[in-house]
């Protein structure tokens, strides 16, 4: 599926733990360049499961993606 993912046309937040030895760094990496709207981000100190080693980072980051653009311009 990987050959599908420019044709992913939303906002795209890929999280990732730096720990994470189940999903490598550089396969969240490749999501995020891959996919042409995405960010990534990655969580200091946070494995696998970034929500329940980081949580409110986790949920920083999360609110932060979703109200992107909420703002008012100035």
Do not use: W
Request: aromatic share 4%; net charge negative; charged share 20%.
């Amino acid at each position: 599926l990987t050959n599908l993912l420019h044709n992913v046309r939303h906002q795209t937040l890929v999280l990732a733990g730096s720990d994470d030895i189940m999903l490598p760094l550089s396969c969240s990496r490749y999501l995020a360049t891959r996919i042409p709207s995405a960010s990534l981000t990655v969580i200091e100190e946070a494995a696998h499961s970034v929500q329940v080693d980081q949580p409110e980072r986790f949920v920083q980051e999360i609110l932060a993606f979703l109200c992107k653009g909420d703002e008012e311009p100035s």
